[in-house]
């Protein structure tokens, strides 16, 4: 006879590979919506951000690591070269380091972008299953909860195809949540949190981070709400944790912010790229497009409001009963609808489509949970009423929004309705006849949808710009022969002409040649550079910047010397008139672009370029600083000026100080005290650098404390006696 003690290892054994299998149905499922989206457009994965932005990112970053050859500043990339204000390079982060130094594994920059942004994918289902179970959801929910969460509109028409650092964070974003319940409400050990939080901030995109910031602000007022004071104590210790990460990773934007075109200080609204109510009621629908006022302010023609199909289903869960456990869950989604639907600008925060992740992890989540606890006997007619009226206002909307789309919002409303009332008339998915029948008929439904919208949506909204998939072929370009390329002209013009980029390339495709490039994809444009150039943030420019390239100034120096160009591409169907090369270039003509090169190239920016009133020899440089010494000064204003951009944080060593940029953008020190023999060092440190370190000192001290005082404090009160027991003598 088996007694009750030997019976729970083995029902625990089953019940861990009961989940497992779970888990893994829901990986597949994950993986068929990603085979169903390639077989209808094999590059998918490779839109947009990623193609022009992400991979050659990735590619600079990995040959960095390989070289040994880690820096903060990259001089030769001008706007796109201080690394910690773009932020999403990742220099802090592991994960970020492995995808980078796998960007070289191979040629196919399609094929590998499709393989990170799967993973990524897997990462999440993973996450919110293991979130939705230690919050109490059963396994074969859980297992939809994971698998739904990948098809919200956010993240499969825009953060899959296009914005791989949005897929990270949301990913990062549910492991840290789950790591932080498992510790706070389970007692288990912080430090996965510590590990999961460090790896969520460093990714350096911000929405994960405000939804962190939302998931403490709920945890505290749960905890509260409740007089749970121990708890409230530990998650604000958790809490600075986190923020003094926050400061090492953001602090440097925020201090160079006055610098770059990213300076906008006020809270308005364009409608772009944010939510209201009407767009939020086609949440249900997954082929519903929404109202949402896209790049250029057209509309994006995908179902990028979606949330999950079985929203319906949701009042007859809520209606049997409340589950106080999900006040987290649910102050967390609200907070991601307020800022869905909040100004489209708040300061330098934008698009705030970017939370709806967030939203549907918390809806999947609280799902998962209800239906566990909550999944009714019997749907009554009352159920079956607010499910409909659901679906109505859904497709009502979906209808009006869009009237072309009438056709499509009418297939899939009758579809769901026809599974909805399958649902819940079939007395086999009650909870004591078939939960897991119930929890797989709801993840067929997913999968049927999620087949439905991507036939109808093949691409998504995003530009294809048809770059070379091949990295050999992209650095094989005519105009990456030499550091220092300047790209002139429209740049887009690309896309309808792929042949083209056999002459020049796009955006951060420049990377890939491993030559310093000025026309490299950033966000965080020098505005003084930016305005004098026209520069946008993928390297394109007005027409008018070959003249202001080559104008020359009172030293008749012109910025091409200053920036030390090699190379200047000039768009031909922009640029009408064939430009004239000033002595010591020549012009080349191709198919679609005039390249102008230098007869006898200099070397790479980042080192003295001009001395006015002194002379110099430089003794040493490198990304970060300059070292020179001081040969002779023939005027009182005498200065040094850098082919280098005038960042805000460079400070100087020696008998000398920074002075006004040269040409407004060229950093430039001052020698009004240096004599002949002073050696001056120019250093680049990002404002708040000393406070920056300090806080990730602090932050790894408090993590490494905590996790080594977390077991003895749980022995110790292990140990001490109960309230009802005498102590021993």
Known sequence: MTSAVDERPATARSDRRASLGWWA????????????????????????DTQTGAVGQWYALGQRLLDGDWTILDPGAWQGGNLLVEGQWGLWNPLSWLVAIGSHAQDDAALYATFVKVVFLLVLTSGVFLLARTYGASAPWAAVAGFAVTLGGQTAYLDSPSWVTGLMGSGLFAWTWWAMDRY???????????????????????????????????????????????????????????G???????????????????????????????????????????TGWPTVTWFGGGLPFVPVAFIAWFIPLLPALLLRGRRPELAVVGLVGLAGLLLVMGPSDVGPLRFQIRMMPYVVMAFCVAFAVLATKNWPRTFTQRDRWWARGLLL???????????????????????????????MRR??????????LAAATVAVGALAFSALATWQNPRGPLPDFHVPESIAESAATEAGSEHGIFTVGNVFMLS?????????????????????????YTVVRFKRMSEILCSGERGETCPDAYERLFQRDGDDRTIADDMMLNTVVVMKDDVNDRPVPPDGWTLETFEHTWIVSR????????????????????????????RFRVDEVTADDASVAFSRIAWPGYRVDGPASVGDPRRDFLLSVDLEDAAPGDVVTVQFRPP??????????????????????????????????????????
Request: charged residues 15%; neutral net charge; aromatic residues 8%.
């Open 25 to 48: 149905l829901a990986c597949v499922a994950t993986l068929v919506t990603v085979v169903l989206r390639l077989v209808r457009n094999p590059t998918y994965y490779f839109l947009d």
């Open 184 to 242: 706070l409400r389970h007692g288990r050990h912080p430090w996965p949190f510590f590990v999961l939080s460090y790896l969520l901030v460093t990714v350096g995109y911000v929405a994960p981070v405000l939804m962190l910031i939302a998931l403490f602000v709920a945890m505290l007022i749960a905890q509260g709400l409740q007089k749970s004071w121990s708890d409230v104590r530990r998650t604000l210790g958790l809490g600075v944790y986190s």
């Open 244 to 286: 003094l990460l926050v400061v090492f990773v953001f602090l440097p934007s925020v201090l160079t912010s006055s610098a770059t075109v990213r300076t906008a200080d006020g809270i308005f609204n364009t409608q772009a790229l944010n939510m209201d109510l009407g767009d939020l009621a086609i949440g249900p629908l997954a």
């Open 393 to 423: 206002l859904a497709v009502w909307s979906g209808a009006v929004a869009v009237p072309a789309n009438i056709e499509w919002v009418v297939l899939g409303g009758l579809v769901q309705a026809a599974l909805l009332e399958w649902i």
């Open 427 to 436: 007395p086999d998915l009650t909870p004591a006849r078939g939960v897991r």
């Open 496 to 520: 309808a002409n792929p042949d083209g980029y056999s002459e020049t390339l796009l955006a951060n495709s420049w990377y890939l040649t491993g030559k310093d490039a000025a026309s490299v």
């Open 599 to 626: 007869d006898e190239p200099v070397g790479r920016a980042g080192s003295v370029v001009h001395a006015d009133g002194a002379e110099v020899t430089v003794e040493s440089s490198s990304t970060t600083e300059v």
């Open 688 to 729: 708040g650098w000393t406070l920056e370190l300090a806080s990730a000192a602090v932050a790894l001290l408090i993590a490494a404390g905590w996790s080594v005082a977390h077991p003895l404090v749980r022995r110790r009160a292990r140990r001490a006696p109960r309230p009802d027991e005498p102590a021993s003598t």
